[in-house]
C-alpha cells in the first residue's frame, strides 16, 4: 500500500463533495435512495468559495488512483473570549476513511495534519462531533468530551 496525501485544491471539488455525501450517509446511517442533492450543491457551493477564501483546508488520501481517505478543517471566527482571545476557532470534520482502509493508522495522519495546519494559523480552539466509530481516534489524540455547549434544535425554533 502506497499512499498519497494530497492537500485538496480547486481542482479536487468533486471527489471533496462525494465525500461529504458519503459521510454524511455513514453518520446519519442514510440509505442510498435518500435523496442528497440540495446537500451536494450546497456542498459544492461550500467548497468553491472556503477552498478559495481559506477558510477550509482538506486532505484527500489516495492508493495509487483509488480513494482512501479524507478530512478537512473549517476556520471561523466568533467574538473573543478570555480563554480565546483571538476568538478564531477551528471545526473538524468530514473525516473519512474507505471500509477497505480503515484501522491502518490514515484517519490519525489525517487528523494530525488538520491540526497542525490548524495551529500554524495561530488557531487553539479545535473542536469536532465525533460518530460512535470515530470517538475512539479522537480521544486518542488528545480531544475531550465537551460538557457546556448546547444546541437549540431546528423543531423547537420559532415555537416561542
Known amino acids: 500500500m502506497d499512499l498519497i496525501y494530497k492537500k485538496a485544491m480547486m481542482e479536487d ?34 467548497y468553491q468559495k472556503a477552498l478559495h477564501d481559506g477558510t477550509h483546508i482538506a486532505y484527500l488520501v489516495f ?17 473573543p473570549t478570555y480563554h480565546n482571545p483571538s476568538g ?14 480503515r484501522r491502518k493508522g490514515i484517519a490519525y495522519k489525517i487528523l494530525d495534519m488538520l491540526i497542525r495546519d490548524t495551529k500554524s494559523k495561530g488557531i487553539t480552539a479545535i473542536s469536532l462531533e465525533a460518530t460512535a466509530m470515530g470517538r475512539p481516534l479522537y480521544e486518542k489524540y488528545g480531544f475531550i468530551k465537551m460538557k457546556d455547549e448546547m444546541e437549540l434544535p431546528e423543531k423547537m425554533q420559532g415555537v416561542i
Not at 15 to 25: G, N
Not at 63 to 79: E, K, L, N, W
Not at 88 to 101: C, F, H, L, V
Open 13 to 46: 471539488i468533486d471527489i471533496l463533495t462525494e465525500t461529504r455525501i458519503q459521510v454524511l450517509r455513514a453518520a446519519n446511517q442514510l440509505s442510498d435512495d435518500i435523496d442528497m442533492s440540495e446537500v451536494k450543491k450546497h456542498s459544492y457551493d461550500y
Open 63 to 79: 492508493d495509487g488512483s483509488r480513494f482512501a481517505g479524507a478530512g478537512g478543517v473549517s476556520f471561523f471566527q466568533v467574538m
Open 88 to 101: 478564531k476557532k477551528a471545526y473538524i470534520m468530514n473525516m473519512y476513511t474507505s471500509p477497505g482502509y
